[in-house]
């Protein structure tokens, strides 16, 4: 059986679009589904246990992801285990094909290419992505799809998660290059930050996560995969990707300054984008 763990803090206008799909296609006996409503003050469980007995709904009060991995690890028994966030959209095929690659035992840990989603972006955030989209970090699916799955070997890396910013970084840089994998095949939607003021926050809050695994865990960092270094130095050399590349490094160089900023007055409370998780009716229902 396949195990999916669900954090979700506050995710009432998009839970229903996350799970539809994969409740209405499955077999009773082939996914376990445990959605952690963690802080919420709106109808998120309301709405995630409207699908019955395949999704499992616990609440905690904490507001914190990585509690809520946890509490979902100890109600899960069954691997492969996958950890999607609760704003993303993936197809039950593409749940299998994670699973399924998991199987053949000669990776650890797997996840899906990251769909970027532009519509109703603003001009610069479509700039950045068309940028970014070029870059070897595109192509990193722990850490930009939303999604990871680990096998049975790879969940026993590490106990729990520790109570970080990027669990996703701190789950990538437990395996080598070669023990992970993203699989261009199989694709997991990506909603992004409509504006740019909000891509900034959120890009802030994503250097903030990297120093942080960081510093505390300094021996991981052998794992670290492909930079983009070389391949921005190459995006100099053609005149038409000037003006995505300036946004592009503005962009990161303010998000960097804001995440130092931060770390160094030990504030705690980040905030997270609301702009691409727009209530659709269609989304609030079963």
Known sequence: MISIVVPAHNEGSVIARTLRPWVNGAGSEELS??????????QTAA??????PTVRVIES?????????????????GFPRIYIDADILISLDSIRKLASRLERNDVLAVAPTP?????????PVRKYFGIRF?????????????VYALSEAGRKRFTQFPDVIADDTF??????????????????RVYP????GQLIKIRSRAYAGTREVANRFPELLVNKGETNNRSLLALLRELHSWPGLLIYCCVNVLARVRALRRSRSRCSTWQRDDTSRVALPADARK
Not at 47 to 52: C, L
Not at 134 to 146: A, C, N, T, V
Request: with cysteine; aromatic share 4%.
């Open 171 to 188: 789950v990538r840089l437990q395996f080598k290059p070669d023990e992970r994998e993203t699989l261009a095949s199989v694709k997991s």
């Open 193 to 196: 930050p409509r504006t740019l």
């Open 61 to 77: 009060e904490i507001a914190s992801k990585t509690n809520a991995l946890n509490l979902g690890d100890q109600l899960s028994n």
């Open 115 to 123: 769909d970027i989603d532009l519509t109703d972006c603003s001009w």
């Open 33 to 42: 589904i445990v959605v952690v409503c963690n802080g919420c003050t709106d």
């Open 47 to 52: 709405i995630a246990r409207q699908f019955g």
């Open 134 to 146: 070029r870059l070897p970090s595109s192509r990193e699916g722990i850490g930009g799809s939303g």
